[in-house]
């Protein structure tokens, strides 16, 4: 206690020293944002031209075409297809009852979590009676779980000036980013814009106001608003001979954004593997290495959070530096592209073999699939390969396509998935866990649930695709009259290609998965 206090009182002296310690490179993320005029109403006519009173009067401003500060979004409708309604007529508190227990799900089937992603991007009228900003910060926390960490700041960038609790939102996605600077000069200049004294210490220090830094902390020590971990954190930011003497520190299990940062500014960087996913997106710029970058990129493409050409960016990047786990999955990976082009049907027909189940045991079978397909539904495959090569066009973006070829296949499974790809599963089904709910879904009468029937009418259409989403999730852990019902109520509303999409998946990546 005696050293501490010593190191605090000193710290006022330290802080000119402190202020040439170089903190970690920081990798910057730089976003194109839309800019919208802003014009101020003009006073009519007819208005008395003398004014009542010296004092400046208050002027409304507001970006032209600009929604609510809850209806923002990243996607017009002309985007999604999904009117601005979308959540006009629900209930706030349902929403966001709905999205966060979506939030903590674990996935199903990729196209549901990217219609997932869509509706918090949407640009959309917030419920009625309030500016909808909790749902907004429902929304960007939901993102943010899901590793959508740069969707989740461009969306709070379109929202204007930042309220206390959207900028403690915004502030954890630019420490990831590694664009906090911006919002550090707006909380120098803005302190009420938060109460969290760590983070005014970081960005006074940003700042390179070392001594204004060192004033928050011991007085937020002293009163006792720093507990014990970030306290030794800051104290070691702030004073780096204290830190070179210190033993290491013992890492969170789940850090904040700004405790990594600052672990990483005292040298003791945190490895993101075992963090939640929104730090994978951290390792991107693969600063760490390229293991570490794999591993993140193989994360944030199961999440859905970054695409097919980003994770094969990663994964042709360098040749493999060691055997087994991902670095099979690499060689496997590149062996494949380099066999594709051949055009060697012998030889493309062992990579595929030896690729596809590399990649189911990662859990990236349609990124694969989105890939690749197309190049394969020409080659003259036989056997396991030609099998697999169907399963990859069906996972992918050409599904239709690739049904044509698979729709008289003496495979009952492929014959069966080429029918659900077409939107008309019907004659035999084969034994699978879920075809029966799945043709269903098709062919039962079109009447929808009663609580459902109604949304499309009362502009709760957002509500409805959100239970859709849930009750896929029900039907895929073996409710399968949810099951049915959700692949209806997708198709009521417009969204036949999401149904047949997640259908094919659940059926496809289910029967893979038993296969590992």
Known sequence: MRIRAFLIAAGMTSAASAQDAPLSAIDWLT??????????????????????????????????GAPEIGGAGLLPTSVTGLPQTLWRGSSEARLIDLIERLQGRAPSVPALDSLYHTLLLAEAVPPAGGDGT???????????????????????????????????LAFDLALLTGSDDALCRMLNARPR??????????????????????????????????????????????????????????????????????????????????????FAVVELSGDSGWRAQLQAAERLARAGAIDGNQLLGVYTDQMRAASGGIWDRVEALQRFEAALETQDAGK??????????????????????????????????????????????????????????????????????????????????????????????????????????????????GEALLIALERFDSGA???????????????????????????LQLVILDMESARR
Request: proline residues 9%; charged residues 20%.
């Open 134 to 168: 909790a749902l907004l910060r429902a929304r960007v926390a939901a993102l943010y779980d899901h590793g959508l960490v740069a969707p989740a700041e461009a969306l709070l960038d379109r929202v204007g000036p930042l309220t206390p609790e959207l900028f403690s």
């Open 31 to 64: 976003m194109q944002r839309d800019v919208t005029p802003a014009v101020t109403i003009a006073p009519r006519a007819f208005e008395p031209p003398v004014a009542q009173s010296a004092a400046v009067p208050k002027v409304d401003s507001r970006p032209l």
């Open 348 to 461: 493309i027909s062992v990579a595929l073999e030896k690729v596809w189940p590399q990649m189911r045991s990662a859990g990236l079978l349609v990124p694969f699939s989105n890939l690749f397909a197309d190049r394969l539904q020409d080659m003259p495959l036989a056997g396991r390969a030609a099998r697999i090569a169907g399963f990859a066009g069906l996972l992918s973006d050409g599904y239709e396509a690739a049904a044509h070829g698979l729709a008289q296949s003496d495979d009952a499974t492929l014959a069966f998935l080429a029918g659900i790809a077409r939107g008309a599963p019907d004659g035999y089904l084969p034994d699978l866990p879920y075809a029966t709910a799945l043709a269903q879904g098709w062919t039962r009468a079109a009447d929808l649930p009663s609580d459902i029937a109604s949304m499309a009418a009362q502009d709760r259409i």
């Open 477 to 503: 852990e073996g409710n399968h009259d949810d099951l049915t019902e959700s692949i209806r109520i997708l198709r009521s509303f417009g969204l036949e290609d999401v149904a047949r999409r997640a259908a």
């Open 193 to 278: 814009l938060s109460r969290d004294l760590a983070a005014r210490i970081w960005c006074a220090t940003r700042g390179g106001d070392y001594p204004r830094a060192m004033t928050i902390y011991q007085t937020g020590h002293a009163l006792g608003h720093l507990n014990g971990r970030d306290s030794e954190l800051l104290l070691r930011f702030l004073d780096p001979e204290y830190a070179e003497e210190a033993r290491p520190l013992r890492p969170p299990v789940r850090p904040s954004p700004l405790q990594f940062r600052l672990f990483e500014a005292i040298g003791e960087a945190l490895p993101t593997a075992p963090l939640p996913l929104p």
